[in-house]
């Protein structure tokens, strides 16, 4: 995540996606099985391993997996009313007498149908209890009609430049939305925590000429009786922090990457100025697949909105409307985030800093090369800074609950990074940091993993390293780097 701000703490978060269809909005049909020839993981058919944050507990609930989200949303931007019908594919992960999701409070249930029959459910608060006994491992299809007037819902931070994530209606009844760690609850059911990544499709109905923009791919745009109807399909699992929608007078323009990925502007119309900067991704994504790998989505996008925020989505980079929001910089740093924050995702909030880091290092490496910043002026500020931000927001990888998104998870880490390049030595280190997402393709990992990774790739044990600059309440010595 990158939020509008000129401090070195700023975050960034960005959208991806592709394909598989439904044969009617709100009654989806199996993302189609891998073929033979080229396996998938499990996780690509929206199967994850889900557990309780240990960060947000009061959030999300392991005992279920969503496999796949079917929105069917209708906009009525003079009422602020979101009517919704949403159908999700879910997997109970243990034997209960209940299925629990998050809900907002501002949206009110109509009727809930498991397998197609109506049952019962409780709506308290945030949590959306449904009344039902569940078999471990076993599948199911959970149908919910709701509606209401959706809100923002606070977000657990100390910083200046955003109070609230999710659901966000401007004056003039356009909409965006931005999620992290959680807020997705503000305008459909979901399984809120990053662990349990799924497959989506989204079908927005607005006034038009407004137009709905979501993630992945869009395979259908129609207007008539005065609304705009669109259908977008995301094909590749993303955690539900990753998933954002817009509603506005957006206009689009057409463009590719230079190994042929398409690209999308979502832009105010009339803005040709602001069309030209975001043309800079072009150049800033070949730098990030010379580093990284080939981009691991088929689809990428760009979206400006009427905030001071800005966020990487899968498939979709969602930017506040300024010039340094639109920046190259910011691209660059939202796009890593597709890779390290996308690709692989944390199984936990405690391991942000496996996204920010990575994204905050690779673009200060990057701006040292064009000749925007130094880095080694910027390591040797990380490091002048570091000890106080352990004693305010905690280590890295142990962060305070209340202070989401603080500097000590976006240059603490870089400046691990930085100092793990010199002791690995080039070849080395940018070898790994290439080979660590697609290792873990359409999957999550946690601190467990991506350290002992790294130890093994290696051939060093590097678990004492990691523990002193990610656990540890004092900023180590500095080494080769």
Excluded at 148 to 168: K, L, N, Y
Excluded at 271 to 294: H, I, K, N, S, Y
Excluded at 354 to 376: F, H, I, K
């Amino acid at each position: 995540m990158r939020r509008q701000t000129a401090a070195l703490a700023a975050t960034a978060l960005l959208l991806a996606g592709c394909t598989s269809e439904t044969d009617h909005p709100g009654e989806p049909t199996p993302a189609p099985a891998p073929a033979p020839s080229s396996p998938r993981p499990p996780a690509a058919r929206g199967v994850s391993d889900p557990v309780e944050d240990s960060v947000y507990p009061d959030v999300g609930d392991p005992g279920v997996d969503a496999l796949r989200y079917d929105l069917d949303l209708s906009w009525d931007r003079d009422t602020r009313t979101l009517r919704g019908r949403e159908t999700l594919r879910l997997r109970a992960t243990t034997a209960a007498d209940h299925l629990r999701l998050d809900l907002a409070a501002e949206l009110t249930v109509r009727s809930v149908r498991l397998d197609g029959a109506e049952v019962g459910f409780e709506h308290d608060g945030k949590d959306l209890v449904i009344d039902t006994d569940v078999t471990a491992d076993r599948r199911y299809v959970v149908a919910i009609a709701y509606s209401g007037s959706p809100r923002p819902v606070p977000a657990p931070t100390q910083r200046s430049d955003f109070d609230a994530t999710g659901w966000t209606t401007t004056s003039d009844g356009e909409v965006w939305t931005m999620q992290e760690p959680y807020g997705a609850y503000s305008w459909y059911a979901v399984h809120d925590q990053p662990s349990d990544k799924a497959l989506y499709s989204f079908t927005i109905s607005a006034p038009a000429p407004w137009v709905g923009v979501a993630n992945g791919d869009l395979r259908a745009r129609d207007t008539a009786d005065g609304r705009t109807t669109t259908h977008w399909v995301l094909d590749e699992p993303a955690a539900s922090y990753l998933v954002t929608i817009a509603i506005g007078p957006f206009a689009v323009t057409e463009d590719s990457s230079t190994s042929g990925i398409p690209i999308t502007y979502w832009t105010p119309e009339g803005r040709p100025g602001l069309v030209q900067r975001l043309q800079q991704a072009p150049t800033v994504l070949a730098w990030l697949e010379d580093r990284l790998g080939p981009y691991p989505f088929a689809t990428l996008g760009f979206l400006v909105v009427k905030s001071l925020s800005g966020m990487e989505t899968q498939t979709m980079i969602t930017l506040g409307d300024t010039s340094y929001a639109t920046g190259p910089e910011v691209l660059l740093h939202e796009l890593a985030h597709h890779w390290y924050g996308d690709q692989v995702t944390p199984r936990d909030w405690a391991d942000v800093w496996m996204n920010e880091g990575m994204a905050t290092y690779l673009q200060y490496v990057w701006e040292d090369e064009v000749g925007m910043a130094s880095l080694d002026v910027a390591t040797a500020g990380w490091a002048a800074k570091d000890a106080q931000l352990r004693a305010a927001y905690g280590p890295p990888a142990d962060p305070e609950p209340e202070s989401f998104a603080a500097p000590n998870v976006y240059t603490t880490p870089a400046l691990m990074w930085h100092e793990l390049r010199g002791q690995l030595g080039e070849d080395t280190f940018w070898r790994l940091v290439r080979e660590w997402p697609a290792s873990h393709d359409n999957g999550n990992a946690g601190y467990d993993d991506i350290t002992a990774w790294w130890s093994e790739r290696s051939g060093e044990d590097l678990s004492g390293f990691f523990d002193e600059w990610l656990l540890g309440d004092e900023t180590p010595e500095r080494g080769q780097g």
